[in-house]
């Protein structure tokens, strides 16, 4: 249960960092008015950061419902 907690914290911590440290990508009419490729897709950092925090997302939703699980049980 120590381990499992440890994960946690580190995937919480590191989540943190991910969403406080990206760049926004909208920002203002300013933004859309220069913006030349309105129907272009994200270049591959930023789908795989996409993708990374999505996976980071649902790890930390399950390793909190297993430790919540732990706690009630035992």
């Known amino acids: ?3 499992l907690k440890l994960i946690w914290l580190l995937v919480s911590i590191f ?3 991910i969403i406080y440290l990206r ?10 008015a220069t913006k030349s ?3 272009g897709s994200p270049n591959s ?3 795989f950061l996409n ?4 996976i980071l997302i ?4 399950l390793i909190a419902v297993k430790l919540n699980q732990m706690s ?3």
């Open 15 to 17: 989540l943190i960092s």
């Open 23 to 32: 760049v926004p990508r909208n920002q203002g009419l300013t933004s859309f």
């Open 72 to 74: 009630i049980i035992g």
């Open 1 to 3: 249960m120590l381990f």
């Open 37 to 39: 490729d309105l129907l």
């Open 58 to 61: 649902i790890s930390y939703y």
């Open 51 to 54: 993708n990374f925090t999505l």
């Open 45 to 47: 950092t930023e789908k």
